[in-house]
């Protein structure tokens, strides 16, 4: 038996190795001929089938086919958006001409597609119990300086309405049974309604909930 990489005879104690006994040899053994492991499951993590990313198991296998087939969705559903952006903003150069300004800014807009529902009591009561507990506080310290908004130009108004309408209360649903009300805003409400009384304030707000609201 010869070393592998110089050709060096091996000794009687080292016939079941590769290589002779020089470092370098058995450095450039390993870069050459590099220790293979077995390919585990990306799910469960065992052994895994002959060149594929997963073992036998039929679950694996399903979600390994779901997976692929999430991505590839994805990919057609941004593909998709493009093309309908491009669209869009050939549309909007024929219309207006040099008016459209040469390089536009693309939004993508989530949309709300729940359904709607009759109310829950159980929402209903803890949204009054959240807008008490804010107003509670704002009137324990009225007037407490808050960061004034300062007021959205007239010429978004039509931007602003697209996108809501777009959005469909996409935004709005992470405001939960808080409805985005904190003591801050109830200390601007009181500025501006000089005499409101906590009863006349929670009253005011409850009567905006609307009989039917979207599902979660």
Not at 136 to 164: V, Y
Request: aromatic residues 6%; hydrophobic residues 25%; contains cysteine.
């Amino acid at each position: 038996m010869r070393c592998s990489i110089c050709g060096l005879p091996l000794r009687p104690s080292q016939q079941s190795e590769a290589t002779c006994a020089s470092l370098s040899c058995r450095r450039l053994y390993r870069l050459r001929a590099p220790k293979t492991y077995g390919r585990r499951c990306s799910y469960c993590a065992r052994p895994a089938a002959p060149d594929e990313d997963t073992c036998e198991d039929p679950r694996c296998r399903s979600l390994r086919a779901g997976w692929i087939d999430g991505r590839k969705r994805e990919t057609e559903r941004r593909t998709a958006i493009d093309r309908v952006g491009a669209e869009q903003e050939r549309e909007l150069r024929e219309t207006h001409g040099p008016a459209v300004p040469e390089r536009l800014l693309l939004a993508r807009l989530p949309a709300n597609e729940h359904t709607t529902t009759p109310l829950p009591d159980e929402r209903r009561a803890a949204f009054e119990e959240n807008l008490k507990g804010a107003l509670d506080r704002a009137l324990e310290d009225p007037d407490r300086p808050f960061p004034e908004t300062p007021a959205t130009p007239a010429r978004h108004d039509a931007l602003i309405g697209a996108a809501c309408g777009a959005c469909r209360g996409s935004c709005c649903r992470h405001g939960g049974v808080r409805a985005y009300l904190y003591p801050d805003h109830f200390r601007r409400y009181l500025r501006d309604h000089p005499g409101a009384s906590r009863e006349q304030i929670v009253s005011e707000y409850l009567s905006r909930l609307p009989a039917e609201s979207y599902h979660d």
